[in-house]
């Protein structure tokens, strides 16, 4: 398997482990977290820690956890979704009807495919609503399907929600409600060399494109319009305006709702 003396060594035997492919990170960012990662562990270096991961799948999935930067919480910028809620929901609605196909990418923890159930269930019998949703990390997808989350993580929910969708477990955790879970469809997905769903009204990947480089994130919003419909709207984070948007087939009315 040879050694693996470098961080350039590494990201060529983490490829075949994970599917990640690290060329498509920001390296210094990247690089850093692993070292940081490493030494904490008290590995000696790449080629001992790789030998673990090669052979300890618990190892393994630590990793890829950490790796995936999962910072999540329910209806994170609220005015966007309150602009998700008032413009773009109901212009979709009026366009393409009830049946709206839905993906949420890079969904880590849950947060963001449960905000968007709950918000479109003012609007469409929750009976129709079936949100995909996708993520490189095994371990946050089994923590969605669970659906248990912290006070922090909801508090930038409105207490409608809140109070109508969630169950308070003690003062430490609150249970998001059946109903909501039953819309949502958890998958295993990766942005770098998966296929993507085709035909989406909405695509929905937030605070995720920050950690890549300009050359993956060209790569995936070109395949973010691809997959969507004519006239289908991307929601994309508030620090990832896409400056180049008109190159890529992309106009905007409402800043981060980028449409086909």
Known sequence: MGI???YEDFKKAVLPLTGIDLNA???????????TLIERNKYDGYDSY????????????????????????????????????????????NKFGQNLKIWSAACSTGDEPYSLAM??????????????????????????????????????????????????????????SDNIKNCVE????????????AACHLIVCRNVMIYFTEDAKSEIYKQFYNSLVKD????????????NHRDMGFSFNKLFFYNK
């Open 186 to 197: 958890f998958k295993k997905h990766n942005l770098l060399k998966d296929s993507y769903p």
């Open 25 to 35: 990170y920001k390296e210094r960012q990247m690089k850093r977290r692993i070292d």
């Open 50 to 93: 790789t030998a673990v991961l090669r052979s300890n799948k618990e190892v393994l999935d630590e990793f890829v956890n950490y790796l995936t930067i999962n910072v999540s919480e329910f209806y994170r910028n609220s005015a966007l979704w309150q602009t998700l809620e008032d413009v773009v929901l109901p212009e979709l609605i």
């Open 232 to 243: 289908g709207c991307l929601f994309v984070g508030n620090t990832e305006q896409i400056i």
């Open 119 to 176: 918000v479109l269930a003012k609007k469409i019998p929750l009976s129709k609503i079936h949100i995909i949703a996708t993520d490189i990390d095994s371990q946050v997808l089994e923590k969605a399907k669970i659906g248990i989350y912290s006070p922090n993580s909801l508090k930038g929910l409105p207490d409608e929600y809140k109070n109508k969708y969630f169950e308070a477990m003690g003062d430490k955790a609150y249970k998001i």
């Open 4 to 6: 693996v003396r470098d």
